[in-house]
């Protein structure tokens, strides 16, 4: 029977005082995990392993990881009832329990979680909590204790991460209190505790504390103890805390390396003296130097040392060269009380001119903010997971993360030293509710301050972290420049940012999200128009790194190029972090009330699903995008037609000889030659160099491209010897013959044609095509008697949204209500009213027909007078031309832009399997294709699809040269003299579906040949005027040649220009 824990005596003097954070907490302090020997100590530290895997090394280290019992009730009232039974479950730690049947996950952008909750009525105001809907989860364990252990050590209890506000007992008498949610909590439980004896440890947990209101950041919100738990001890005398700096000096040749150690109860030992020793370890674990300083008999003590690093190997995010300390404590007879480790990097960060350096070299943030989430495991994490996500940040040249909005793991900090990331890192502080909470509430000022000392005292020894973030959208108020004061005083080896509002002169997106203050050392701009970045510079002379931009809402993050354009262009912008990483949603297995129709969970919003990767991690198109521009490397090609180019290196400390150059020249996507080229461009400067390529002998109406890719010539922590950084093509100029044209002259025959009045057949030899007079369009093309289109041509100027246009309701409260317009002009639902039809046969093996038709929407308004000219030749192909002219009744009431303007084809379902030269090979849109390589691509017309979490607009082709739809027998061919835009769409209903597992399949394909689509925009920055479809005169061409697959190459039959009519 579990002993009844002391009862609190008013649980409102902890849960609703925002001046009561804490009781019988020690100060947080850096991990101080002592080891026997300092050779145990070093080799504890195995690379890339999560920190509790190497502190089990330890043997005074003893994880309370694993099954627990649980109990929950809905309320703090009714807990007493539910402690007296004796029906415990059981839920592993950590954990949260809304993902193991408990209570229920909630996604809020901004709002109070308890806004909008039936069960909360009326809503408290601050400090107060609900008292209807409060769940409280209350967790039960035995420990033991290891009978190695002595009563003489100091014992302590340690909670990496318990969400919001939680109570200890141990045997039934209370030890203490903490919130904070984020940072780690530790109690002195010594007096407790008893070597070799068992003891029942109790944690109470409630969802909502005071802290609640310093806690509504874009998530899923989760409550538990969701991080490690653990026991250690230390030897009665041992470190308590330490704080360890590399100073480089101007040359950046030599080190000195400063530690000041907090060292507790050497009067406790039985001479009068302790040594601390400090002993450096280069990467490959050989000595390097080490220093000591006798200490004297105290209860607390600070000993300072220094020594000296020569000709330091530097770290950085492209060479993240480790060294590591060993802090050995001895008594008076030399013997080793204790040993603790940590891995360091030697860097300098510093602000020269306005300029970030690191090492005296200016550095480009290429970075993303990052959640601590995991699609089963919410905000519990495992190790492997934060692996696999930094490793493929690495692999997609993103070299920095900001840690939205809280302190993460320490792991993630630890793998962010070993990989190579920049990290800003963040205070667990966010009022998005009310960006003046911090005005109206100065009661909650010292929680707002207690957060950031928090992290900044845990992670003071961090090389990775260049900078202290003092909240995220939380306003900017007298904590925020006393969070400033703090970390400048103990800390000035790094910096200050702040993401909430300020006086800067820039403000331009919302005065209260611009991103600085007067006391950061770091201007961040949030979610910027690309063409004002270059203004912030003239009124600001401090580093600008967006903190925020390019929201990647789905398929979204376009115009990137505009930006790191700037970044190239202007020294003092030097980068930003995307929102955000990974969309944060929910594997619905493990929610208990998920549709079951679904197998992702986002709650009542979609506005999480603003990744560049997927919750599984697996890429989203934008991804290539982002890996384009980001790549460290740019060629211009100065005279293509003979190789010769300039290579601009913008890695911040790499040359390029460093990696494995190569370049291949194809013809139509196909390799012709290929090789590689020695490269000594330093990091910061451009270079000449030539491709040698032969210039080759290539067919009429072939196109010919360069491309070089750089690679990594060996295997790193991150990737494989050969894994491509980044590529580079310019398409080369080749003097060849005119192309033939679609009717090369030879004897193709006649041309049959019938007319009635409700259809026109154009027969040839093995082709027959039927044209339906009253809808304007061919009801059949068919090869040998197998049809490859079933409707078609028919302008259209809708696609289904994507959520920068509003076709998510989050995405409306960013201004974005493209789908609203578009949808009340009836683009989305149009018919096509044939006013004239002209049919001619000028010769025996051509046919002429023009078609007049007014597009019209359901208020029978006229949309757009299309003129429609087909040239149908013996040969099978049809040249189809098309004039659209957009009515004065649109122009005047579109107050936006156009979602695109082309024709649509039906295709039936044999027809199963897509090939294209354009970019690829995922989908591209005019304001996101860089990224998409010029290039011979084919799949399955089902693989084209994206699986966005709500259905939009996806699988889009740019720069389309020819590309051919077959089925088993025959397939049909589209190319033009211009390149065009192709998309397919397998689903009836992509515009309206709510869920993927809303979408209804079509029978068969809709074919999508479009003269121009808008460009995606970049939330809440919308498409550039260059990448919008503009309400304006339209003319394109395209041939179409329905052909066997047996008889022809496509690619051939796509070297082609068009007959003159």
């Known amino acids: 029977m579990s002993r009844a824990p002391t009862a609190i005596d008013s649980l409102s003097e902890y849960i609703e005082n925002p001046e009561r954070l804490t009781e019988n907490t020690e100060p947080v302090r850096a991990p101080t995990i002592p080891y026997d020997s300092v050779d145990a100590a070093l080799d504890a530290n195995e690379h890339l392993t999560e920190l509790e895997a190497r502190w089990d090394h330890s043997p005074y280290f003893e994880r309370l990881d694993g099954e627990w019992d649980f109990c929950w009730a809905e309320r703090p009232a009714d807990v007493p009832a539910a402690l007296a039974t004796d029906e415990w479950d059981t839920i592993p730690v950590p954990s949260v329990w809304q993902l193991h049947g408990y209570d229920r996950p909630i996604y809020r952008n901004h709002a109070l979680t308890w806004e909008r909750l039936p069960e909360v009525d009326p809503l408290p ?6 008292e209807t809907f409060n769940p409280v989860g209350t967790y039960r364990r035995s420990v033991s204790v290891p009978d190695n252990w002595t009563d003489d050590q100091p014992t302590y209890l340690h909670f990496e991460g318990v969400k919001s506000a939680f109570f200890v007992w141990i045997d039934g008498e209370y030890v203490g209190y903490d919130q904070g949610s984020m940072s780690p909590s530790e109690f002195d439980v010594s007096e407790h505790l008893s070597p070799g004896s068992e003891h029942e440890l109790m944690v109470q947990v409630v969802r909502f504390s005071d802290g609640s209101y310093l806690e509504t950041q874009d998530m899923i919100r989760f409550s538990g103890i969701f991080r490690s738990v653990y026991l250690y001890a230390t030897p009665p005398a041992h470190v308590q805390d330490y704080d360890l700096r590399t100073d480089l000096d101007a040359g950046y040749d030599a080190a000195t390396l400063s530690l000041e150690a907090d060292v507790h109860g050497t009067d406790r030992l039985d001479g009068d003296e302790a040594t601390l020793v400090a ?14 300083t006798g200490l004297e008999s105290a209860t607390e003590a600070t000993a300072g040392l220094e020594t000296t690093i020569n000709a330091p190997e530097l770290w950085s995010a492209e060479d993240p060269t480790l060294y590591t300390l060993v802090l050995e404590l001895q008594d008076e007879g030399g013997e080793t009380l204790e040993a603790i480790s940590h891995r360091f ?26 959640h601590d989430h995991d699609p089963d495991g919410g905000r519990t994490v495992p190790f492997e997971r934060a692996l696999e996500d930094l490793r493929l940040m690495k692999q997609n040249n993103i070299n920095a993360i ?21 990290v800003f890192d963040e205070a667990n502080v966010e009022t998005h509710f009310d960006l003046e909470f911090v005005h109206k ?27 202290w973030s003092t909240s995220n959208e939380a306003g900017t108020g007298e904590p925020h420049a006393a969070m400033a004061e703090y970390a400048h005083e103990v800390d000035g080896t790094r910096f200050v940012f702040h993401q909430g509002d300020g006086d800067a002169p820039y403000a331009q997106f919302h005065e209260s999200m611009t991103g600085t203050a007067p006391f950061t050392d770091i201007s961040g701009p949030r979610y910027p128009v690309p063409d004002t970045i270059a203004q912030f510079s ?13 929201h990647a809402f789905c398929n979204s993050l376009g115009h990137q190029e505009a930006y790191w354009d700037l970044v190239d262009r202007i020294d003092s912008l030097q980068g930003g972090f995307i929102w955000e990483w990974a969309n944060q949603t929910l594997n619905a297995d493990v929610v208990a009330d998920a549709d079951e129709e679904t197998d992702l969970w986002f709650g009542d919003d979609a506005f999480l699903l603003d990744g560049i990767v997927f919750s599984d991690l697996s890429p989203q198109p934008v991804l290539e995008q ?27 400390f790499t040359n390029l000889s460093e990696l494995e150059a190569v370049w291949e020249l194809t013809v139509d996507g196909e390799v012709l030659e290929e090789g590689t080229l020695e490269l000594d461009v330093p ?22 491209y360069a491309t070089i890719r750089l690679r990594l010539p060996a295997d790193t922590d991150w990737a494989e010897a050969g894994h491509e950084i980044g590529f580079e093509q310019f398409e080369v100029p080749v003097d060849t013959d005119p192309a033939p044209a679609v009717r090369s002259g030879k004897d193709e025959g006649d041309l049959e044609v019938e007319s009635t009045d409700d259809e026109i057949t154009f027969r040839g030899d093995g082709f027959t095509y039927t044209f339906d007079t009253a809808s304007g369009q061919f009801s059949e093309l068919a090869v040998d008697g197998h049809p490859v289109a079933t409707g078609g041509p028919q302008v259209d100027a809708f696609r289904a949204p994507v959520p920068n246009e509003g076709r998510i309701q989050s995405s409306t409260e960013w201004g974005y209500e493209n789908q609203t317009e578009w949808e009340s002009l009836g683009l989305d639902d149009t018919r096509h009213e044939v006013s004239d039809l002209t049919l001619e046969q000028p010769a025996a093996d051509h046919a002429h027909l023009v078609v007049e038709t007014a597009v019209q929407n359901p208020d029978d308004e006229t949309l757009f007078e299309v003129t429609t000219t087909y040239d149908v030749h013996a040969s099978g192909d049809i040249v189809l031309t098309t004039d659209i002219e957009p009515t004065a009744f649109l122009r005047d009431s579109l107050e936006s832009w156009l979602p695109r303007l082309g024709i649509d084809f039906e295709l039936p379902s044999s027809v199963t399997d897509l090939e294209w030269v354009g970019r690829g090979p995922h989908e591209t849109y005019p304001d996101r294709s860089a990224s998409g390589e010029i290039g011979r691509y084919s799949g399955s017309i089902a693989d084209q699809t994206v699986p966005y979490r709500v259905p939009q607009t996806n699988g889009n082709k740019t720069d389309v040269s020819w590309a051919s739809l077959t089925g088993p027998q025959s397939g049909l061919l589209v190319f033009g003299d211009e390149s065009f835009t192709l998309r397919t769409d397998i689903y009836e209903n992509l515009a309206t579906a709510d869920s993927p597992a809303d979408l209804e399949p079509r029978d068969g394909t809709r074919l999508s040949i479009d003269a121009a689509v808008s460009g995606v925009g970049g939330t809440p920055v919308k498409p550039l005027a260059e990448y919008r479809v503009e309400p304006a005169p339209t003319t394109f061409t395209v041939a179409l040649r329905p052909y066997e697959l047996a008889a022809v190459d496509p690619a051939e039959l796509a070297r082609r220009t068009f007959l003159e009519k």
């Not at 105001?125 to 609900?130: H, I, L, T």
Request: aromatic residues 8%; hydrophobic residues 35%; negative net charge.
């Open 538 to 550: 003239a009124v600001d002379d401090r580093p600008m790194i967006m903190g925020e931009y390019a």
């Open 345 to 370: 990097g030697v860097r300098e960060y510093e602000i020269v001119d306005g300029v970030l350096q690191v090492n005296g070299e200016p550095v480009t943030i290429r970075g993303v903010n990052r």
């Open 402 to 422: 900001r840690t939205a909005h809280y302190p993460h793991d320490l792991s993630v900090y630890a793998l962010a030293d070993e990989l190579g990331l920049y």
């Open 683 to 704: 990091a910061g400067h451009t270079s000449g160099a030539i491709v040698p390529f032969e210039t080759p002998d290539v067919a009429p109406g072939q196109q010919c």
């Open 125 to 130: 105001e601050a400090p107060d909590v609900p």
């Open 626 to 652: 982002v890996k384009w521009t980001h790549q460290p490397f740019a060629v211009e090609p100065i005279v293509p037609e003979t190789g010769v180019v300039t290579i601009t290196n913008s890695h911040d």
């Open 441 to 467: 509430h100065p009661e909650f000022h010292e929680s707002f301050l207690e957060r950031f000392r928090r992290m900044v005292d845990h992670h003071k020894n961090i090389t990775s972290i260049v900078a």
């Open 279 to 292: 002993h450096v370890f280069d990467a490959a674990d050989d000595p390097v130097t080490s220093v000591e």
